[in-house]
């Protein structure tokens, strides 16, 4: 035989032996075809590799002379330390990366404000496309948050807290708002959310806004704009307004019994809002605190209960008003016309003595 005929003859030799293992693993249980799965691939690749392969005839014919090259190939390539678990490692890696980038890119891609046909006219169809498209993911997003946090029952407190970090805020409540827009004939979208929904525009054309309407069961969705909104609004800076209105529960709470309120019976407590709490800064505090009129006033938690409470002495006095804000001297400084400075008296030259 020449080479090219022993070369052929050696990989006839291993595909027939090749087939003779797979006709042997297929008559075996499941459990044992997958304790084999590792094998049989890498038998199926040294059987490729030997389609292309040219060995030299001694090569060839020593591995011939074998009644089970291929086994014997395998067992070798078995004892070698190759660098697969590297490669495999080094692709969970890169593939993070990309998802990571491609995460990056959609939080960046700005919601298009406006039509299809004004981004044609002013040559903005990538901007339109990309955030278009940025829509679809994140409408298959949240049917997914909401199939992944829904029990049958209830719908987790955290159920749109990733895709909120993936798609942004903003983003998120266009999808949302359009897919109440589209079908607010349906009772199971609160009055409510439908209100919410009205204050977002959209500037597609119906058949595209169909695209990214969700397709979740509306009530659990209904829930799941709930989370939307209240993540929404604990974004939000406390505004003067807002703080004074709590200042004002509290207040109202502490004048409410007749008796000392706390565990010991020594103070009156009302709790703080867990809603302030969740959007209050140090500042904000310090803003509340100030209001309320009360020298023994202080805000702590109390063993057993939930929450953080303003508490205040049994013996003060609890019919006095809240103290009014002070005037931010900033602001005072910018409302307060400016005034031209005077003139310096000028000095009159005197003329030197004749």
């Known amino acids: 035989m020449n080479t090219n005929d022993l070369n052929t003859a050696l990989y006839e030799k291993m595909a027939a032996e090749q087939d003779k293992y797979r006709d042997w693993l297929k008559s075996q249980s499941p459990a044992e075809v997958l304790n084999h799965a590792y094998e049989y691939t890498v038998r199926e690749d040294i059987v490729m590799a030997m389609e292309e392969l040219e060995l030299t005839d001694a090569q060839a014919q020593a591995l011939l002379d074998s009644p089970t090259p291929l086994a014997d190939v395998y067992r070798y390539f078995e004892k070698l330390e190759t660098g697969y678990m590297d490669v495999i490692r080094d692709s969970i ?166 008796m000392p309120n706390s565990p010991h019976g020594t103070h009156y407590m009302a709790r703080i809002s867990p809603e302030f709490l969740n959007r209050a800064g140090s500042k904000d505090h310090d803003r509340l605190m100030n209001l309320l009129p009360f020298r023994s006033l202080s805000f702590t938690g109390m063993k057993g209960l939930p929450g953080t409470y303003a508490t205040i002495l049994a013996n003060e006095d609890r019919s006095k008003e809240l103290r009014q804000p002070r005037p931010s001297v900033r602001e005072h400084l910018k409302q ?14 005197l003329e030197p003595e004749r």
């Open 93 to 258: 890696e890169n593939r993070a990366d990309d998802a990571c980038k491609a995460q990056a890119e959609l939080r960046k891609a700005a919601i298009y404000p406006h039509s299809a046909a004004y981004a044609k006219e002013h040559g903005e169809l990538e901007q339109y496309r990309a955030s278009n498209n940025a829509n679809l993911q994140c409408k298959e997003a949240i049917e997914a948050a909401v199939r992944e946090h829904f029990d049958g029952m209830y719908l987790s407190h955290d159920a749109a807290k990733g895709v909120i970090e993936t798609y942004g805020m903003d983003r998120v409540m266009l999808v949302l708002a359009n897919t109440v827009q589209l079908q607010d004939w349906d009772g199971r979208y609160s009055p409510r959310n439908k209100e919410w929904a009205k204050t977002i525009p959209n500037y597609n054309s119906d058949t595209v806004r169909c695209g990214y309407a969700l397709n979740s069961q509306p009530a659990v969705l209904n829930g799941f704009i709930d989370l939307v909104r209240e993540e929404h609004l604990r974004r939000q800076p406390l505004t003067a307004e807002d703080i004074q209105a709590e200042a004002e529960r509290i207040l109202r709470e502490l004048r409410a019994p007749d």
């Open 336 to 349: 307060e016309p400016k005034q031209a400075a005077p003139k310096a008296p000028g000095h009159k030259k």
